[in-house]
């Protein structure tokens, strides 16, 4: 079982940055499929950004794509999320999850209910 912590959320000002993390506890020696999630009141949940941990390929939603980087960090055992010139649109509760994975176009084929772990969710609010 992998269990998932996240944090860095919080408020900021349309055009600012924010960097949420992770902490990942799990079989280091399994490949997974990491991912961003969020979910706004009345919408689903949707996937912002992906990795594979087997060779650190990632992949955006199109909403995201050039603003936001997801990154590993091995050392610390952390998943994390770089949110650059953030838009109020962006405002969600963000959640990291995990799901075991082969390669990173696998990973991209996964759906919502294929992820096995969660984290609580962070906040994100991005006012204008």
């Known amino acids: 079982q992998v269990q998932l912590v996240e944090s860095g959320g919080g408020s900021v000002q349309a055009g600012g940055s924010l960097r949420l993390s992770c902490a990942i506890s799990?079989?280091?020696?399994?490949?997974?499929?990491m991912a961003w999630f969020r979910q706004s009141p009345g919408k689903e949940r949707e996937r912002v950004a992906l990795l594979f941990t087997g060779d650190d390929s990632s992949y955006y939603d199109d909403s995201v794509q050039g603003r936001f980087t997801i990154s590993q960090d091995k050392a610390k055992n952390t998943l994390d999320l770089q949110m650059n010139s953030l838009e109020p649109a962006d405002t969600a509760m963000y959640y990291c999850a995990s799901a075991f994975g082969f390669s990173g176009s696998w990973c991209d084929s996964r759906t919502i209910s294929q992820y096995d772990d969660w984290g609580q969710g962070t906040q994100v609010t991005v006012s204008s």
């Open positions: 799990r079989n280091t020696f399994t490949t997974y499929c």
